[in-house]
């Protein structure tokens, strides 16, 4: 078991190590945020699984606070209707649950992102699609191929893995980075 437990150690290591490929990425999906921010914009965050549970934490580190005492931030995590979730799901099918909310919250001055450790989820794909149509900035966060996600996304974060549960632990590593970086450009209270 111990052996198991350092060999699962020793990979996440290495994903941390590999993520230092992507900082422009991160600094720049930062940077975007903080623009959309300061313009009064607000960001859309989805995904499925464990990526859904990543855009709700994302959102609830901007909303309520990170590491600094600092005014709410608006930010949105898609999945947390279930009322929206199950209606829409319902009457329009799985593929749309993200993509009629983008349709219905989303303003041309909003920065979407979507999480999707292949890149190729079909309803993450829809979302970032109409989010594009409507001029929202779009953020991916994704795998090392990026899949459709990589052609879609404004700014694709492809976390150099192919190995799901490594590049969840990235995402949300990258998701606090840029939290962080969100921190230290809003005044303190």
Do not use: W, Y
């Amino acid at each position: 078991m111990k052996n198991e437990i350092q060999n699962e150690l020793d990979g996440h290591i290495q994903s941390i190590n590999h993520l230092s490929e992507i900082t422009d990425e991160i600094a720049n999906a930062s940077q975007l945020c903080i623009d959309i921010l300061n313009s009064g914009g607000k960001i859309l965050l989805f995904g499925n699984g464990g990526s859904a549970a990543d855009a709700q934490h994302i959102a609830a580190e901007l909303v309520g606070r990170f590491k600094l005492k600092r005014k709410g931030l608006p930010a949105i995590a898609l999945t947390t209707d279930t009322s929206a979730l199950t209606s829409i799901g319902n009457d329009f099918g799985f593929n749309h649950i993200f993509d009629r909310q983008i349709e219905a919250l989303a303003v041309d001055k909003d920065v979407v992102i979507g999480i999707s450790t292949s890149g190729n989820s079909q309803n993450v794909i829809n979302a970032l699609q109409v989010a594009s149509n409507l001029s929202c900035k779009t953020i991916g966060l994704t795998g090392i191929n990026g899949g459709i996600m990589n052609e879609i996304c404004d700014i694709a974060i492809k976390v150099p893995s192919n190995n799901t549960p490594r590049i969840q632990e990235m995402h949300i590593l990258v998701g606090h980075i840029i939290c962080h970086l969100i921190d230290q450009n809003f005044t303190i209270l």
